[in-house]
């Protein structure tokens, strides 16, 4: 480590040390945070593979390509589809196997639901089907032919709900770096594009194009088209449900209203000139949501207010960046508009650290509540309740024949008003124990998965470290007793009862579940620090964010559309003028909508204590 670096580490340790970042006034917060993205930034980025793309004409990509190609300046492949998925660490060296603890123990005295537990007000449903709408624009693990198959130990097998499961493996490509012996290929396109709603490869595209002005395939009733089999045609159908999919047909929408704004203004644009600039736009606009509206409301602090508006706007604000442009550095004026894009030396890839952060499966429910927004009794802005629906019913082609029954409309304000699960032990979806997966084409599988021992199983299989060696990688405070991890003393029995007094066989997810939680933040802060690399990489490095963020790749109209929506709430409102005013109270659409605006503070964010 550079001696710059190593005191930078030791102020960040000592501040951790008092576990106080959080609690400092919101610049000297932020300050904090700015420290240790440097550091990640520097110690926490490892390449996975050789890239070997080729040099060629930035000038004739000035586009986003169907398979995520020519992005980066100067290589062509780097962030395509099929790319290795990167690490943020080295592989976990842990002695313990891939059984120990058995996972379905894991899941079945840890993880399993016992009563659901939800967000409170901070988190709804549009939120949680929101990650999953990015998870799937990111990432998804290549599978192997082979299957295994996981039996439940007879101690336990009595109380679950399959009392084995098979799957496929992840697959593993050799490579030949000295840390590394293999690497996993993405799927998807890891750059943040779209690629949920466009496709990851040209098929893809094809299939949602309607090759007229530009627009993407949507239903007359606003919803997604279907195939004969009754699969929604999308750029990622996989284990879709009905509040995924409503997000994609919302987005949909919005590409297709850029689309017709350009038309206006720039009549001479053909079909595929139309298409392009639109996927730009829309891309940019849910990277934007993402970055100050989602996030702000995942980790509802004023010091992350202006961490993630730092991101996109800089510390010195909107204003000023809409006035002069991006004329200083990333601090002052933003990652969105840097002159270039900025890699810290490593080849963008998303990775596999990254994906078992964000396994938030606890974050669905049992049952969607449908509200009923035809009453005129509702002077409140609280739509009764109609019915519940099971979960299970809204996955699949049986979600999609019910979203089409329940209607755009009636489904985004039920999401609007129902708050998801917490992330924490006990919440996983007990539906989800015997789920049936879908493969890449969205037809079901044959063989159903418990997928709370799954997911233990794939961060282990995939040499994910455990819990505390985790922390340590992330330059974190490991834990040495559970009571370092939770006050909670049933959490703390159960752990024992699962892992005896070894915290260094602690599980990743357990760990990240069972953490207590920052004051405001619904994730726990050891996923956040990863988080605060990956969220700013996935601007800094696309070139689309930075060098090519201008007028000239967007249309000066474009580019203004962009700037003009800041939250998702912009966009709902563009697409349906009265919902929000008819049934929301609070400030974001990914608030429970009935719950109260932020409350007006009259002393500027920068110079706020803390939350
Ligand atoms: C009804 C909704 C959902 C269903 C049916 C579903 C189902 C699945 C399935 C079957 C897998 C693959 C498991 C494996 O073989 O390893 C998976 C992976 C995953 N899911 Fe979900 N999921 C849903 C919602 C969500 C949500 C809300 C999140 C929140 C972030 C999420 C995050 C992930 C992640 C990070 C992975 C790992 C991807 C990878 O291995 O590359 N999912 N999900």
């Given at each position: 480590m550079a001696l710059v670096d190593a005191i930078l580490f030791c102020a960040v340790h000592l501040v951790d040390k008092l576990d106080a970042w959080h609690r400092l006034p919101v610049i000297i917060g932020a300050a904090y945070l700015g420290i240790r993205r440097h550091l990640h930034q520097r110690y926490n980025l490892l390449p996975v593979g050789k890239i070997n793309g080729q040099r060629y004409n930035t000038e004739e990509f000035g586009y986003r390509t169907a398979d995520g190609k020519c992005n980066h300046p100067s290589d062509d492949t780097i962030g395509s589809q099929g790319t290795f998925l990167g690490r943020n660490m080295p592989p976990s060296t842990s002695p313990y196997g891939l059984l120990e603890p058995h996972p379905t123990v894991v899941a079945s005295k840890l993880l399993a639901r016992k009563k659901f537990i939800d967000n409170g007000k901070q988190f709804n449903m549009i939120a949680c089907s929101w990650i999953q709408f990015m998870i799937h624009d990111w990432v998804d693990h290549l599978e192997d032919t082979e299957q295994i198959e996981i039996r439940a130990p007879e101690e336990i097998s009595s109380g679950c709900p399959l009392k084995s499961f098979k799957f496929f493996k992840t697959k593993k490509v050799s490579i030949d770096l000295c840390h590394l012996k293999n690497g996993s290929p993405n799927t998807r396109t890891p750059w943040w594009d779209g690629s949920v709603i466009y496709g990851n490869d040209k098929e893809g595209m094809r299939r949602v194009r309607?090759?007229?002005?530009?627009k993407l395939k949507i239903s007359e009733d606003g919803l997604l088209q279907h195939n004969e089999k009754g699969i929604p045609i999308s750029g990622d159908v996989r284990n879709c449900w009905a509040g995924f999919s409503l997000l994609q047909a919302l987005f949909v929408k919005e590409h297709n209203a850029v689309c017709d704004m350009l038309k206006v203004y720039y009549p001479d644009l053909d079909d595929e000139q139309l298409f392009r600039h639109a996927r730009l736009v829309t891309a940019a606009v849910i990277a934007k949501i993402h970055t100050i509206d989602w996030t702000v409301e995942l980790l509802k602090t004023d010091t992350l207010q202006v961490g993630m508006r730092v991101n996109w706007y800089g510390l010195l604000g909107k204003k000023f960046k809409e006035l002069l442009g991006h004329i200083l550095g990333s601090i002052l004026s933003g990652l969105v508009g840097l002159k270039k894009p900025k890699d810290h030396g490593v080849p963008y890839s998303l990775t596999e650290e990254f994906v078992s952060t964000y396994r938030m499966h606890s974050l669905l429910p049992e049952t969607l509540v449908l509200r009923d927004i035809t009453s005129s009794t509702s002077e409140d802005k609280h739509p009764p309740i109609l019915h519940e629906v099971p979960m299970r019913e809204l996955v699949g082609i049986e979600g999609e024949r019910k979203l089409s029954t329940i209607g755009m409309e009636q489904m985004l304000v039920s999401l609007g008003h129902q708050s998801c699960g917490a992330?924490?032990?006990?919440?996983?979806?007990?539906w989800m124990r015997n789920l049936v997966a879908h493969d890449i084409n969205g037809e079901d599988r044959p063989d159903p998965v418990d997928m709370a021992s799954l997911e233990i199983y794939r961060d282990r299989e995939r040499e994910v470290p455990r819990y505390n060696e985790f922390r340590r990688n992330l330059m974190m405070i490991p834990i040495s007793k559970w009571g370092d991890l939770t006050d909670d003393e049933e959490v703390i029995k159960a752990l024992y009862d699962v892992y005896g007094d070894d915290v260094e066989k602690l599980d990743l997810q357990v760990g990240l579940m069972a953490e207590k939680k920052i004051k405001g933040f619904a994730i726990s802060e050891t996923a956040f620090f990863l988080f605060l690399l990956i969220a700013s990489r996935r601007l800094e490095a696309d070139r689309f964010f930075t060098s090519s963020f201008n007028s000239k790749t967007y249309t000066e109209k474009g580019l203004e559309w962009v700037n003009k929506t800041e939250t998702l709430k912009d966009v709902i409102d563009r697409h349906f003028p009265e919902m929000t005013r008819k049934w929301m109270t609070c400030s974001s659409a990914f608030s429970v909508w009935d719950s109260m605006p932020n409350p007006v503070n009259y002393i500027p964010l920068y110079l706020r204590l803390s939350t």
């Open positions: 309607t090759f007229k002005d530009g992330l924490t032990l006990w919440n996983y979806p007990s």
